[in-house]
């Protein structure tokens, strides 16, 4: 039998034709989009703890949403977000760290100190590292967006014992996934700018993301990716 694709995994995207779901009844909902990589995060952690059953992944069309979404769950009418006990929380950053120590399966942290405390630093730079790439996609994009790469080049250099931020997979590699997913795709396709062009050990962290089943389910369509990301900065 063929194995199904990852596509055919996912489960349909609500629009503002659907039903909400049974909201508040007990189960847990991890709010989406497919295109969203603030969403990426919190469904790539959720895919890496093996919570997969124990929680339920809600697809939004943000393009046509539900109304309900905003009035029911979720009033910043953002993704993602996370039904759990009878509340609803957003945030993606937050949302890592939440689903990271309030459910079972594999800790996204490792207990030495010392790598805690640089999780912590690269989380919080993640918002400078953005702000960097997005607010420069008009301008000088080698100028502006290769020390952000630089800054990912020189993090991976620290703990040498596994190709991850912290040697191991953990809430750092998480935060930064989607995003150097979706600039690695543009700025080849718009600048010709290869962002692991002398930055081996970027390289090698991009290729072994690519081996872990958890990160690759949630891979956003580069032909979506592009179009998206030309309508909205390059226009
Ligand atoms: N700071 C938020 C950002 C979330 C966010 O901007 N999500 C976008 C989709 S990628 C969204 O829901 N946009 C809908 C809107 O702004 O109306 C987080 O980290 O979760």
Not at 51 to 70: A, H, M, S
Request: hydrophobic content about 35%; proline content about 7%.
């Amino acid at each position: 039998m063929a194995t199904p694709s990852i596509q055919q995994i996912r489960p349909a995207s609500l629009d503002s034709t659907s039903e909400p779901p049974a909201l508040f009844d007990g189960t847990t909902r991890l709010y989406i989009s497919y295109i969203c990589p603030f969403a990426q995060r919190a469904w790539i952690t959720r895919n890496f703890k093996g919570l997969q059953d124990k929680i339920e992944l809600v697809p939004i069309d943000l393009q046509n949403r539900p109304v309900w979404y905003k009035e029911k769950v979720y009033p910043q009418n953002k993704v993602p977000s996370l039904e759990h006990n009878n509340k609803v929380i957003g945030e993606s950053l937050d949302l890592v760290k939440y689903i990271d120590s309030n459910f079972e399966g594999p800790s996204l942290l490792p207990d030495d100190s010392e790598k805690q405390k640089f999780a912590e630093e690269l989380i919080a730079y993640s918002d400078t590292f953005l702000r960097e790439i997005y607010g420069n996609f008009k301008g000088d994009i080698e100028k502006h967006a290769g020390p952000q790469f630089d800054y990912l080049e020189k993090a991976l250099d620290k703990f040498d014992d596994g190709p991850f931020f912290l040697g191991q997979f953990s809430q750092a590699d998480i935060v930064y996934a989607p995003f150097v997913e979706r600039f690695q795709i543009l700025l080849k396709e718009v600048f010709n700018y290869d962002i692991t062009s002398g930055r081996p050990k970027l390289a090698k962290w991009i290729e072994e993301l690519n081996k872990l089943d958890s990160y690759i389910q949630t891979k956003a369509d580069p032909k979506e990716v592009v179009d998206l990301y030309k309508k909205k900065y390059l226009a």
